[in-house]
């Protein structure tokens, strides 16, 4: 059974926002155990954010497709 039969999109994303949450803030914990200024915090917080996030993706299997190289348009250069 997959993930969109399970939970509803609204309990996806809502699940998706949490986690990202939980990985800003044990970065800016560790950064206060650091003693690191508020602008360390904020970036640490950033990093273990999208970081996270990012492994998550990719232990999933939710990589997203490489970008192409027209801009939006559907004629061809």
Request: glycine share 10%; proline share 5%.
């Amino acid at each position: 059974m997959q993930l969109q039969q399970l939970f509803s999109p609204s309990v996806q994303h809502t699940l998706d926002v949490i986690g990202i949450f939980v990985f800003a803030i044990s970065g800016a914990l560790l950064a206060v155990r650091k003693n690191f200024d508020i602008f360390g915090i904020a970036v640490l917080a950033e990093v273990t954010a999208l970081g996270g996030g990012l492994f998550r993706d990719v232990v999933i299997g939710a990589v997203p497709r490489r970008p192409s190289r027209t801009s939006g348009t559907s004629s061809p250069r």
